[in-house]
């Protein structure tokens, strides 16, 4: 089973509000991250965690601040969102992540989330 | 950074079709993946590759991964209109453990 799971399917919310995308994979995966998808572009990188533990943060501002509980799950808080933070937020997971580490990543089926 | 240049753009073909698509870097990878995304979700694995050299196949599909490290090709055979979609190229590995994105590949398949 190489399944991600990701709730809610789709988000709209105003700049005021503060709402949570989650994530869970049952995969036994040690790593878990999310990205940011706009429309016909790749997916951008914004947070790895390894071993539950926050390893990698690409500059995201902290208007957007993610939380690991447990190795199965994955959530990114979001407050204060600008109309520009519209976009697919996609969560993957992979067996491990570091230094030398190859695995390829599984994603979920994304949140599409609407800023108004 | 690293990037990855991704080949075609765009590609329309007939039902019936092979469609082949590569793409290339001026970095060295560990790993080549290839993933397909239908609009509004997720990205799905379809072929990963370890080593240099290999040829991996999964049904219709076949990718390689290039000798230098630097390349990866991925060809569909016999298209179908299911095979729409946008094809990304993805590098991992080299000092880093963060996927490297082809920019896509949009197919359309006319039945």
């Known amino acids: 089973d190489t399944e991600v799971t990701q709730t809610p399917k789709h988000l709209v919310m105003g700049m005021t509000n503060k709402k949570s995308l989650k994530c869970e994979q049952h995969?036994?995966?040690?790593?878990m991250y999310w990205y940011k998808q706009k429309a016909k572009k790749p997916p951008e990188l914004m947070f790895v965690y390894s071993y539950e533990k926050l390893s990698i943060n690409e500059s995201v501002p902290s208007r957007f601040s993610p939380e690991c509980p447990n190795s199965s799950l994955l959530n990114l808080h979001l407050h204060a969102l600008q109309p520009e933070d519209s976009a697919l937020y996609l969560c993957?997971?992979?067996?491990?992540?570091?230094?030398?580490?190859?695995?390829?990543?599984?994603f979920g089926p994304g949140t599409r989330l609407t800023v108004t | 950074g690293q990037q990855l240049n991704q080949s075609p753009q765009s590609m329309f073909i007939q039902e019936g079709e092979d469609v082949s698509m590569n793409c290339t870097s001026s970095s060295i990878f560990n790993t080549w993946l290839w993933y397909k995304q239908d609009p509004g979700e997720g990205p799905v694995l379809l072929i990963a590759?370890?080593?240099?050299?290999e040829l991996t196949s999964n049904g219709r599909l076949t990718a390689q991964f290039g000798i230098t490290r630097k390349d990866s090709f991925l060809n569909i055979s016999a298209s179908i209109p299911s095979d729409v979609g946008i094809y990304f190229c993805?590098?991992?590995?080299?000092?880093?453990?963060?996927?490297?994105f082809g920019k896509g590949t949009l197919l359309t398949v006319n039945p």
């Open positions: 590759l370890y080593k240099a050299g």
């Open positions: 995969m036994g995966h040690r790593a």
């Open positions: 993805a590098g991992l590995g080299g000092s880093n453990y963060k996927l490297t």
């Open positions: 993957a997971s992979s067996q491990d992540a570091g230094v030398g580490w190859t695995y390829e990543q599984y």
